[in-house]
């Protein structure tokens, strides 16, 4: 049988648009890599793992949500001990997003995240032991240093994998599955809590992950994108920081980032508290809303691969998706003043898709403004913005409920998704622009 030859990167620049420039000043032009041919044609496949790894992953965030009552009766925790341990969730992804990130980029994804899942596999199914709040804490905190994987190392396989055209529907795909995640983990833990007990919920995404492992290793055979030890510290994380490239998407990040979680983590109580819902009617049609977001992640990919392909360039492209997705989310703005909670479902519905609409191109600007060498430490600087914003407005909710209403919340979720779009185009000035006769991508930095 005749050797199959690599596909060099001359190749894959002429048939797939990913020729790549340095966009920070003092970085050389990224070096060429090789994809293998087979490689290319099963990245759909890749995709789907993405999509299943992240789903998993947040099926793992909710479990505790989930458990929540329980965990307080058995643990003896106080509502300020709970809160603790959710921050200790958060605290450990943001202090590990760039270090991750830099994994990411010094051993290419297959490894980078082969050696993540099994950490965050061990370090969830440990949560099974746990005999206190602080042990449930610590074991939290390593979890989430680990769970930032998914994210960096999604956004490092699509960057090098997909072209300009299908990278911004890959990544609406596969971070769509913190959707699809947040729905199906009440009724896996219910059926778990209700036969087996709480601490067997705990164990059910770490099994996933383990047996999600094998199909990542072995479809991830002939990826040839690990980049080489020069390639890593020739662009230290001082050269990225002084880049006005990576403070624009690390603002946009830090404004857009937090509204999802408002959602996720406050949309039952809302509807309880102030709607009058009962729990049974909550179920019932409380996970709409995070389903119809799916639709908003994939159509926002599939709208900029629609308008690339009709010659727009990659810059207006990005103005037309984010400031037109971003304008929609300014439906949260109506949620309180909706007569009927059917109605105000309906505008968080509507808020939701939105977001998940602008989502999916904001970390697609991340591949427009930096090559794939960077994409991983880059989208843990975003990370360690993002944290920080969703460690800040949870708190600022609290007191904002506790002390008036949930309206004065909704209305300032409702404008940080268009401050955050400005911020990434008023920041970044120079913005990567395509050039229509060598189809390739550029940055010149102030």
Not at 249 to 263: D, S
Not at 372 to 379: D, F, S
Request: aromatic share 10%; with cysteine; glycine share 8%.
């Amino acid at each position: 049988m005749e050797a199959r030859t690599p596909v060099t990167s001359s190749k894959v620049c002429e048939d797939r648009d990913m020729t790549r420039s340095a966009p920070v000043e003092g970085v050389d032009r990224v070096e060429p890599v090789q994809v293998d041919d087979a490689m290319l044609h099963r990245r759909w496949v890749v995709l789907a793992l993405l999509f299943a790894i992240i789903v998993i992953n947040f099926m793992d965030r909710q479990t505790m949500s989930m458990l929540a009552p329980v965990l307080r009766s058995v643990l003896h925790l106080s509502n300020t001990a709970y809160g603790r341990i959710v921050a200790a969730l958060q605290f450990g992804m943001m202090s590990c997003e760039f270090p991750i990130g830099w994994m990411m980029d010094r051993w290419g994804a297959r490894l980078g995240l082969t050696a993540a899942a099994l950490i965050w596999s061990a370090i969830t199914g440990s949560q099974f032991f746990t005999r206190s709040g602080v042990q449930l804490g610590i074991t939290r905190y390593w979890m989430g240093t680990a769970e930032v994987a998914s994210i960096s190392g999604g956004m490092k396989t699509v960057s090098h994998l997909f072209t300009d055209k299908e990278r911004t529907l890959a990544i609406g795909i596969f971070n769509s599955g913190t959707v699809i995640g947040t729905v199906l983990a009440p009724m896996l833990v219910v059926i778990l809590l209700q036969r087996y007990g709480f601490r067997v919920a705990f164990l059910a995404p770490a099994l996933l992950a383990f047996l999600w492992l094998p199909f990542w290793w072995v479809t991830q055979r002939g990826n040839h994108l690990h980049p080489k030890a020069t390639d890593v510290s020739a662009t230290p994380a001082r050269v990225l920081l002084g880049s006005s490239s990576t403070w624009a998407v690390m603002l946009c990040r830090m404004l857009i980032g937090p509204v999802m979680q408002f959602y996720w983590y406050w949309t039952p109580s809302y509807l309880y508290s102030t709607r009058h819902m009962s729990l049974v009617q909550i179920g019932l049609v409380g996970w709409i809303p995070f389903l119809l977001g799916v639709s908003g992640g994939i159509a926002g990919g599939a709208a900029a691969g629609w308008l690339q392909a009709r010659k727009f360039s990659i810059y207006n492209t990005r103005r037309i998706t984010m400031f037109g997705s971003s304008l929609l989310c300014v439906a949260s703005l109506a949620v309180p003043w909706m007569a009927s909670a059917t109605t105000a479902l309906v505008m968080i519905s509507v808020a939701i898709m939105a977001h998940n609409f602008l989502s999916a191109n904001m970390y697609a600007a991340i591949t427009d403004l930096f090559p794939g060498r960077l994409v991983g430490r880059v989208t843990g600087l975003t990370g360690v913005s993002g944290g920080l914003s969703g460690l800040m407005l949870p708190l600022l909710t609290g007191v904002l409920v506790d002390h008036f209403s949930c309206t004065p919340v909704f209305v300032l979720i409702a404008f940080m998704p268009l401050l955050g779009t400005v911020a990434l185009f008023l920041v970044g000035r120079r913005y990567r622009m395509q050039d229509t006769k060598s189809q390739q991508v550029e940055l010149v930095e102030g």
